[in-house]
DNA sequence: TATATTAGACTACACGCGTAATCCAAAAAT
DNA sequence: ATTTTTGGATTACGCGTGTAGTCTAATATA
């Protein structure tokens, strides 16, 4: 996999207005963010400047003003941070932080069904891999 | 709850090594970590001295040196952590989050038998709170 | 055409962090 | 007693970040 680059907290909430919709313009970014984030537009764009320097976003020049948009996943993203989390506090064990969150969470009867059927998929899984590898 | 002081990446380094055990001598945790962080006995005690400030340790004077110990728990901290980073990357959601792992992550046979039955556990928890609030 | 506005580029600045080195007083060693 | 060692306090320094302000060239406006 490649290296994304680091996005610090300011810079992932420009990110997520891009996510959600791209190409913007700087001000239709800062506009999305006002009310919000309480950020002088300034501000706004040196985080877009910082993400270009990054290659975490790009742009297309339209006539005198650039489209920004995003060169990373969100999904890609919330993945390698999520591990290195992980790996932080939890030292890399998912288990205990599941456990942690199962018995904290407030989760809806639904929410618990659907859990519940992924462990059931993955139980199949497990013991099809039992069966290829491990005996 | 009490405000927890923010511990960076390498503090959180001392830490573990004082939630282990404590207190301890600062060359006993310059021990502990050496090998494994590949620090400066001095940037550790660079560390140790802001933790300090930071009121995350405290010391007792034994002698000529000093015996540190932790002043929060450690699981104090993994919750406020975990916390602030659900908010940040999955927007507070908790369920992305478990759904995720659920699916990506290796798990035993144990490991799923044992998430299953705590979701056993919120099940009834579930029922029971269905019945007594929401109808 | 002269002027005001504005998008983006460049500059600013304090604070936290990683990563130590230097200073100093007291204890240990000679 | 003098010298060496050492624990802790203080200082250093470059980079990333939060949070903008200034500069400039081009465009919109009067």
Do not use: C
Request: no cysteine; net charge neutral; proline share 4%.
């Amino acid at each position: 996999m490649k290296e994304l680059p680091k996005i610090s907290e300011a810079e992932w909430e420009v990110m997520k207005i891009l996510w959600t919709r791209s190409p913007q313009t700087g001000n239709e970014v800062i506009e999305a963010l006002e009310g919000q984030m309480d950020w002088k537009p300034k501000t706004v764009r040196t985080l877009i400047s910082r993400l270009l320097q990054k290659n975490a976003i790009a742009f297309q020049e339209a006539g005198r003003t650039y489209l920004y948009y995003p060169l990373v996943s969100q999904d890609d993203y919330v993945q390698t941070e999520t591990q290195s989390f992980l790996k932080r506090l939890y030292g890399g064990a998912v288990k205990p932080l599941l456990v942690h969150f199962l018995r904290e969470q407030q989760l809806s009867s639904d929410e618990i069904s659907e859990l519940k059927r992924i462990l059931d998929e993955k139980t199949e899984e497990g013991q099809d891999r039992d069966r290829r590898k491990d005996r």
